[in-house]
């Protein structure tokens, strides 16, 4: 595949992984209060701490799946760059021995 190919493959799968994100932070998770969070805290939310309440809340799940997201994305961005360095290489390299071999 062409560079560009590549980068278009790219984008628009970083644009897709956004776009789920913010359609499950939008219109699936629950939209959360002060009461709701004192709710989980059964009254005591002074020896509580914030990986506790995001637990009892359900936020683990979304910085989870933020997080994987976030992975894959750069795993894929390592490799399109891999490929996309490796073609202009292989270019570079042809147009330098053909410039040897014309002198």
Known sequence: MQTKQ???VAV???TSAMLTLLTVSLFI???YSLGLVEAACNGDCTN?????IAAQLGRLDIVSLC??????????GGIITFFAIKEKASIEAKRAAEDA???
Request: glycine share 8%; aromatic share 8%.
């Open 6 to 8: 590549w980068l278009l």
């Open 12 to 14: 628009s799968s970083a």
């Open 29 to 31: 998770t629950p939209k």
């Open 48 to 52: 509580a701490d914030a990986i506790q």
């Open 67 to 76: 997080l994987g997201l976030l992975g894959i994305a750069i795993a894929f």
């Open 101 to 103: 071999t014309n002198r």
